[in-house]
């Protein structure tokens, strides 16, 4: 059974930074392509980064940048570092293994 469990998120204010964390079980992690989502109230889920099973990297322009997204093959983890964080940022982030695996989301509140 697949799962991806995210951590990390919280309330932080402008400028600041969070470390999302995932972990992946029931899956062959180190073939994986993996990604963040999130989703704003009232809005659609929209991609954030992306991390190809080559290390390649993907960005959404709101966040190329300030983002920056990661793994350990050997922990079967994807990271989500972002700094210089904004109220637009304010979201349900989800890790996910697209586009059949998804997590249970955490929540993101950056104050202005």
């Known amino acids: 059974q697949v799962q991806l469990m995210e951590s990390g998120g919280g309330l932080v204010q402008a400028g600041g930074s969070l470390r999302l964390s995932c972990v992946a079980s029931?899956?062959?992690?180190?073939?994986?392509?993996m990604g963040w989502y999130r989703q704003a109230p009232g809005k659609q889920r929209e991609l954030v980064a992306v991390i190809t099973a080559g290390y390649n990297t993907n960005y959404a322009a709101s966040v190329k940048g300030r983002f920056t997204i990661s793994r350990d093959n050997v922990k079967n983890k994807v990271y989500l570092q972002m700094s210089s964080l904004k109220p637009e940022d304010t979201a349900v982030y989800y890790c996910?293994?697209?586009?059949?695996?998804w997590g249970q989301g955490t929540q993101v509140t950056v104050s202005s």
């Open positions: 029931g899956i062959i992690f180190r073939s994986s392509n």
């Open positions: 996910a293994r697209p586009p059949d695996a």
